[in-house]
């Protein structure tokens, strides 16, 4: 299974960017997928979760401004963040949860690659 991140890029301040993370591989169906960043210093944070039936969880510092949501039958996941700031400079990583095979009881966890977002005039 893997995680292909991609959209990543340099924004001005207020500009808007979207991020995709397609899995391919061994993928019966995905139940949770969500983002994560980690700026320079600092630790790994949520920015955001949705569930298989499309509820969503965003991180305070983002709520109102990104937006996650997914396309089942591609086994993709996107984040569409508007109005950026220099402060969502990070390293964006996608993971999901994954039934890989029809008799699979449980899910695996997987992570994309990173994508760089920078967010600077």
């Known amino acids: 299974v893997q995680l292909q991140a991609s959209g990543g890029g340099l924004v001005q301040p207020g500009g808007s960017l979207r991020l995709s993370c397609a899995a391919s591989?061994?993928?019966?169906?995905?139940?949770?997928m969500g983002w994560y960043r980690q700026a320079p210093g600092k630790q790994r944070e949520l920015v955001g979760s949705?569930?298989?039936?499309?509820?969503?969880n965003y991180a305070d510092s983002v709520k109102g401004r990104f937006t996650i949501f997914r396309e089942n039958d591609k086994n993709t996941v996107y984040l569409q963040m508007n109005s950026l700031e220099p402060e969502d400079t990070a390293v964006y990583y996608c993971n999901a949860e994954i039934y890989r095979y029809r008799w699979s009881t449980a899910t695996s966890k997987y992570w994309g690659q990173g994508t760089q977002v920078t967010v600077s005039s």
């Open positions: 591989g061994s993928v019966f169906s995905i139940s949770g």
């Open positions: 949705i569930t298989s039936s499309g509820r969503t």
